[in-house]
Each structure stands twice: as C-alpha cells, then as structure tokens.
C-alpha cells in the first residue's frame, strides 16, 4: 500500500511540534502564561485558578514563616488559654504548660483554685466565703481545708483578733532586808508599793489602773479579780528562796576594794506563766528587779454570732472552743496564746480581715 506524501508530512510536523512543547515544559516549569477571557461579568477560569492558588501561597508561607514569592512575613498573633495550656505571645516559646504551683495576685496557687472550680485569674477568689462557714478562701487555703465544705473548715481561734492593748507595766524589785524578812517593791505608775515577806508567804498581786493592791488570802483574790471588777487577773506569788551573796570586789578602774551585795530574792509565779524570778537587791537607789506586762487586752472574734472577747491579762488562762489558752506575751501588733496542756502556740495579729463576700452564684 502506498502511503501519501501528505500524511507523512502531517505525522512528521505533529512529531516537530511535539518535540518543541516537551522542550519547553522542561525550560519553562510555569508554562506559558493563559489567556484570561476578556472581562464579561465574571471571572474566567484561569483566574479564579491563580487567585486559589495565591491563597494557599499565603497560608504556607504563614505556617512556615518564610518570606516568598512576595508575601511578607506574617505578623499576627492569637492569644489561647486552657486549664491546661496558655500561649504567651510576648515570649518566644509560643507554649508553655501551666504552673500550678504559680501564686496569684490573691495569694492563693493556681492549682488550688482549679481543684476546687475558681478561675485563676479571678481576684476576689481570696476573700469569699463559698461555704458560708465564717472562713473566707485564703484562710480555707492557708490551713488546707476544703473551701467547699462548711465541716472541713480551719480552727476558730484562727479568726480570733487583737482588738486593743494597754501597754500598762509593773515594776518588781527588791529593796531591802533585815533579819530573814525581805522587802519586795511593786510600782505601777508614780508611786511604789512596798511590801514585807519571809521564804514560804504567798501573795496575790492586783494590778489596777494607777495602783497596786497586795492580798494575802487566795479568797480575797477571787473577790476581788475577774468578773466585773477593775482587775481581771490577779498573779499569784510565792516567795521561794533567799540567796546571799556579798562581800568585797576588786575594781580594775580604781584598783581599790569595794564592798557588794548582789544578794537575789527568788520568787515563783503561780499562773500561766508559772515559773521563777529572780531579783537582786537594789543598787545604789535603783531597781534590779523585772518587769512585767499588767494592762488589758481585749480580743475580739470574727466568727458570725461571737465578738468581743477579754479583757484579759498576761498569764490569765481563758477557755475557747474547746481549748484552754494562757496568754503568754501582748504587744499591740502581736499577742502571743498558749494552748494547754498540748503547749502549741497561737499568734494574735490586729483586726485587718477584709469584709467576707457573698457566696459567688
């Protein structure tokens, strides 16, 4: 069969042009560029084509954060937090797992507040009382009980305060001797109380606003202290033991023998603070005695239904829920309790707690 010039010349020019199109796809990876159809209305098909492919350019290169092909680098940010994750756009690790142990503005750690359902970012978390127990939630915190729960709540004396603090002192010195007796002076204010004793006399000392009162007999001391009188407190003493020490001192300044005597009187205090005092004898006009604390104090509860408490004295014992406490130290920013018989100390501090809010809907 013969074959037509014609056709061989057809096959061999669709081979050519073939041969030149598989040229130009290896040498021009992008093609050559379509033709839009002229603007009728809407957009062809080549465009609508490059515009999707324009925008998945873009969200590449904002995933990556590369600058191409002419797109800026992305400088956006989005801000997420969970109870688990937060993302900090400030810092360069975009995430960072939350720290639990973290203290918030209220005092109060993050974990904390999210075991027990509080938002950490929530400021007022600290002084609600959500179970309505008279505790608010930093005080349910601070001795790790359950905010949620009115029977799991803190001690009560947790809510006890310093409402005032006479500063009142009583001076306690020994003044002098002779043949077995012993002088003991008491002085509160301007005038001093002298008062003689021998080793074994017990006396009850009543310290009032201005003056001292000395008794000899314990029932004229419960007559007289506590209830509605002006002293609610008065301090048992026993005197315990005399030591002698005098004789003549070598002085290194003047290199002379000088008389001394740094004879003691020792006495024993008989109520919360029962233990002994010693005081040595007068020098020279002045006291070498001690000194104690002798004014009221006057604490008051925070726990609904209850208020002003005292007054009180240092070494007084005092019952409280269920406990009784001896005050062992006052000064007008911290009174010092102890719990007895179990010796656990309690500290006072001024009356500062803030209002408690309502339970939080």
Same mark, same amino acid.
């Given at each position: 069969?013969?074959?037509?010039?014609?056709?061989?010349?057809? *096959?061999?020019?669709?081979?050519?042009?073939?041969?030149?199109?598989?040229?130009?796809?290896?040498?021009?990876?992008?093609?050559?560029?379509? *033709?839009?159809?002229?603007?009728?209305?809407?957009?062809?098909?080549?465009?609508?084509?490059?515009?999707?492919?324009?925008?998945?350019?873009?969200?590449?290169?904002?995933?990556?954060?590369?600058?191409?092909?002419?797109?800026?680098?992305?400088?956006?940010?989005?801000?997420?937090?969970?109870?688990?994750?937060?993302?900090?756009?400030? +810092?360069?690790?975009?995430?960072?797992?939350?720290?639990?142990?973290?203290?918030?503005?209220?005092?109060?750690?993050?974990?904390?507040?999210?075991?027990?359902?509080?938002?950490?970012?929530?400021?007022?978390?600290?002084?609600?009382?959500?179970?309505?127990?008279?505790?608010?939630?930093?005080?349910?915190?601070?001795?790790?009980?359950?905010?949620?729960?009115?029977?799991?709540?803190?001690?009560?004396?947790?809510?006890?305060?310093?409402?005032?603090?006479?500063?009142?002192?009583?001076?306690?010195?020994?003044?002098?001797?002779? +043949?077995?007796?012993?002088?003991?002076?008491?002085?509160?204010?301007?005038?001093?109380?002298?008062?003689?004793?021998?080793?074994?006399?017990?006396?009850?000392?009543?310290?009032?606003?201005?003056?001292?009162?000395?008794?000899?007999?314990?029932?004229?001391?419960?007559?007289?202290?506590?209830?509605?009188?002006?002293?609610?407190?008065?301090?048992?003493?026993?005197?315990? +033991?005399?030591?002698?020490?005098?004789?003549?001192?070598?002085?290194?300044?003047?290199?002379?023998?000088?008389?001394?005597?740094?004879?003691?009187?020792?006495?024993?205090?008989?109520?919360?603070?029962?233990?002994?005092?010693?005081?040595?004898?007068?020098?020279?006009?002045?006291?070498?005695?001690?000194?104690?604390?002798?004014?009221?104090?006057?604490?008051?509860?925070?726990?609904?239904?209850?208020?002003?408490?005292?007054?009180?004295? *240092?070494?007084?014992?005092?019952?409280?829920?269920?406990?009784?406490?001896?005050?062992?130290?006052?000064?007008?920013?911290?009174?010092?309790?102890?719990?007895?018989?179990?010796? +656990?100390?309690?500290?006072?501090?001024?009356?500062?707690?803030?209002?408690?809010?309502?339970?939080?809907?």
């Amino acid at each position: 069969m013969k074959i037509s010039p014609w056709l061989m010349g057809g *096959v061999g020019a669709l081979f050519v042009v073939g041969l030149v199109g598989l040229a130009l796809g290896f040498l021009l990876p992008g093609g050559i560029e379509p *033709v839009e159809a002229p603007g009728g209305g809407g957009k062809s098909a080549v465009a609508d084509f490059k515009q999707k492919a324009a925008l998945s350019t873009v969200a590449l290169v904002q995933k990556s954060g590369r600058k191409e092909m002419g797109v800026e680098e992305w400088k956006g940010h989005r801000v997420f937090v969970s109870r688990s994750i937060v993302f900090l756009p400030k +810092e360069k690790e975009p995430v960072q797992p939350l720290n639990e142990k973290q203290v918030t503005d209220d005092g109060i750690e993050v974990g904390w507040k999210l075991k027990y359902g509080f938002s950490p970012e929530d400021r007022e978390v600290a002084d609600q009382d959500e179970d309505q127990d008279g505790f608010t939630n930093k005080e349910e915190y601070d001795k790790k009980t359950d905010p949620k729960d009115p029977a799991s709540s803190p001690s009560k004396w947790v809510k006890i305060k310093i409402a005032s603090v006479d500063p009142a002192k009583l001076l306690i010195g020994f003044s002098g001797k002779s +043949e077995g007796r012993y002088t003991v002076r008491f002085k509160l204010g301007v005038k001093p109380k002298d008062v003689d004793v021998v080793v074994g006399d017990k006396i009850w000392v009543l310290a009032g606003n201005k003056a001292v009162e000395i008794l000899k007999s314990e029932e004229e001391a419960k007559a007289k202290a506590g209830g509605t009188n002006i002293c609610p407190h008065a301090i048992p003493l026993m005197v315990k +033991e005399y030591k002698d020490d005098k004789g003549k001192k070598m002085d290194e300044t003047t290199k002379t023998e000088n008389d001394y005597d740094d004879s003691m009187l020792v006495l024993q205090r008989m109520d919360g603070l029962a233990g002994p005092i010693q005081i040595l004898l007068d020098k020279n006009g002045k006291s070498r005695g001690v000194e104690w604390s002798v004014g009221d104090i006057r604490l008051i509860s925070l726990v609904p239904g209850e208020g002003e408490m005292g007054p009180y004295r *240092v070494g007084q014992s005092f019952p409280y829920a269920g406990k009784v406490f001896v005050l062992t130290e006052a000064m007008p920013l911290k009174v010092s309790l102890k719990m007895i018989p179990e010796g +656990e100390s309690v500290s006072i501090l001024p009356n500062t707690a803030p209002t408690l809010l309502p339970k939080t809907p």
